[in-house]
């Protein structure tokens, strides 16, 4: 199921990964791992699986909903009930031929399962063992419930998002989640690579907390620098201005005068020679000190015209600037069209589903759809029989309860 071929195999082929995850940091992390080649086998709880899979709040023709789809391609699922003790036993089997194991329940949960890291990893020392959680396995939040929301407002995120007179606002989009993916596959894959030189692995300790407040780079180096504490600025930069959407006559667009060059250039394309000669807005430390007044001053040039206008006028002659779109337009557009960012994959009852395609674009061995996003327990059977698992003590396991009741 291929949607484009290389004659290398991937980079983490071979690579056995347990999927031992929810919702989205754990799961988009795991799928990253499977599109580069990686058997990821997602260990799900027997009554319903995933929480992603009932998400969202519509149906598509079957149960899992469309973010399930979006995060859970080239995985295979096993139902596994790791309450029991059947359970447990085929974990540890599982963990014995495992590189990489990911898990994010509230810390201690793994430890009363009886499949911590001490546990796994003397069963495979080998084992790289990652729990994400919302705040870290220490401090004194280390016991909270968190989601990307907590982690966006106990980090700072939701401080500096949204307008000055604006109540409290989040990103748009789950930057706590998605950073803390990020960031684990790359502790995750670092961990791999000393095992595979030391054939000892380690625990690696990830949380949307920490992940989020790594993003803080700009707004924490002015507090420490100057003491002032960063504040909402809409969609402005607090390193330069003008940089963020300006009104135009039939709506907003986004642009960047960012150096004196290109502000000099602005200035000229406005036939705005009095911005110039403004002493407010000699310098891009003086330009930001009186942004409102600049921004004010520079929206009734743009006012006469609409944005494709100015856009136009602006990217001929060297000033960043672009359109506000929605999901769908930029999906759709002429060039998220070219960079293939949607997909579509076969799917066992949905038919074509589409998906996000691969942000990175690797040009020696190109990411891949191998499976679609896998149906709950799915390939159970197949998984244990790689173990040496035959049809009969698969059986023995279901009467113990290692599938669930």
């Given at each position: 199921?291929?949607?484009?071929?290389?004659?290398r195999p991937l980079p983490l082929?071979?690579?056995?990964?347990?999927?031992?995850?929810?919702?989205?940091?754990?799961?988009?992390?795991?799928?990253?791992?499977?599109?580069?080649?990686?058997?990821?086998?997602?260990?799900?709880?027997?009554?319903?699986?995933?929480?992603?899979?009932?998400?969202?709040?519509?149906?598509?023709?079957?149960?899992?909903?469309?973010?399930?789809?979006?995060?859970?391609?080239?995985?295979?699922?096993?139902?596994?009930?790791?309450?029991?003790?059947?359970?447990?036993?085929?974990?540890?089997?599982?963990?014995?031929?495992?590189?990489?194991?990911?898990?994010?329940?509230?810390?201690?949960?793994?430890?009363?399962?009886?499949?911590?890291?001490?546990?796994?990893?003397?069963?495979?020392?080998?084992?790289?063992?990652?729990?994400?959680?919302?705040?870290?396995?220490?401090?004194?939040?280390?016991?909270?419930?968190?989601?990307?929301?907590?982690?966006?407002?106990?980090?700072?995120?939701?401080?500096?998002?949204?307008?000055?007179?604006?109540?409290?606002?989040?990103?748009?989009?789950?930057?706590?989640?998605?950073?803390?993916?990020?960031?684990?596959?790359?502790?995750?894959?670092?961990?791999?690579?000393?095992?595979?030189?030391?054939?000892?692995?380690?625990?690696?300790?990830?949380?949307?907390?920490?992940?989020?407040?790594?993003?803080?780079?700009?707004?924490?180096?002015?507090?420490w620098g100057t003491g002032r504490?960063?504040?909402?600025?809409?969609?402005?930069?607090?390193?330069?201005?003008?940089?963020?959407?300006?009104?135009?006559?039939?709506?907003?667009?986004?642009?960047?005068?960012?150096?004196?060059?290109?502000?000099?250039?602005?200035?000229?394309?406005?036939?705005?020679?009095?911005?110039?000669?403004?002493?407010?807005?000699?310098?891009?430390?003086?330009?930001?000190?009186?942004?409102?007044?600049?921004?004010?001053?520079?929206?009734?040039?743009?006012?006469?015209?609409?944005?494709?206008?100015?856009?136009?006028?602006?990217?001929?002659?060297?000033?960043?600037?672009?359109?506000?779109?929605?999901?769908?337009?930029?999906?759709?557009?002429?060039?998220?069209?070219?960079?293939?960012?949607?997909?579509?994959?076969?799917?066992?009852?949905?038919?074509?589903?589409?998906?996000?395609?691969?942000?990175?674009?690797?040009?020696?061995?190109?990411?891949?759809?191998?499976?679609?996003?896998?149906?709950?327990?799915?390939?159970?059977?197949?998984?244990?029989?790689?173990?040496?698992?035959?049809?009969?003590?698969?059986?023995?396991?279901?009467?113990?309860?290692?599938?669930?009741?």
């Amino acid at each position: 199921m291929s949607d484009t071929s290389s004659s290398r195999p991937l980079p983490l082929a071979g690579v056995r990964v347990l999927d031992v995850s929810q919702v989205m940091a754990g799961p988009y992390a795991c799928m990253l791992l499977a599109d580069l080649g990686a058997d990821v086998i997602k260990i799900e709880p027997p009554q319903g699986g995933d929480q992603t899979r009932g998400a969202m709040g519509f149906k598509l023709k079957g149960t899992d909903s469309m973010g399930f789809l979006n995060m859970n391609r080239n995985k295979r699922s096993i139902a596994l009930d790791l309450k029991s003790d059947s359970g447990r036993e085929v974990l540890y089997k599982l963990v014995a031929q495992a590189d990489i194991l990911v898990e994010n329940y509230r810390p201690g949960v793994m430890k009363r399962l009886r499949t911590d890291y001490e546990t796994l990893s003397a069963i495979n020392p080998r084992l790289v063992y990652v729990s994400i959680s919302g705040f870290g396995q220490t401090g004194p939040w280390a016991g909270r419930p968190g989601f990307d929301l907590m982690a966006q407002a106990m980090s700072g995120i939701m401080s500096v998002t949204g307008h000055p007179d604006g109540p409290p606002a989040k990103a748009g989009v789950p930057v706590a989640d998605i950073g803390c993916a990020l960031f684990a596959t790359y502790g995750m894959l670092s961990a791999y690579i000393g095992a595979k030189a030391t054939g000892r692995g380690q625990y690696v300790d990830a949380s949307l907390f920490d992940s989020a407040l790594a993003f803080s780079i700009w707004d924490i180096s002015e507090y420490w620098g100057t003491g002032r504490e960063p504040e909402q600025l809409g969609t402005a930069n607090r390193m330069s201005a003008p940089y963020q959407a300006m009104k135009a006559a039939d709506g907003h667009f986004v642009m960047g005068a960012t150096n004196q060059k290109l502000w000099q250039t602005l200035c000229a394309t406005l036939e705005r020679p009095d911005l110039l000669e403004d002493a407010r807005f000699a310098t891009v430390s003086l330009r930001l000190a009186n942004r409102h007044a600049l921004i004010e001053s520079l929206e009734r040039s743009f006012a006469q015209q609409g944005c494709e206008h100015w856009i136009d006028r602006l990217l001929a002659v060297g000033i960043p600037a672009g359109p506000i779109l929605s999901y769908p337009e930029a999906f759709e557009s002429e060039h998220g069209r070219h960079r293939r960012m949607r997909i579509e994959i076969d799917h066992p009852v949905e038919g074509k589903v589409p998906n996000i395609g691969f942000a990175v674009k690797m040009g020696g061995t190109p990411q891949q759809v191998r499976r679609a996003p896998p149906l709950l327990g799915q390939h159970t059977a197949e998984v244990l029989a790689e173990l040496g698992i035959d049809a009969s003590a698969q059986r023995e396991l279901a009467a113990a309860g290692a599938f669930g009741s």
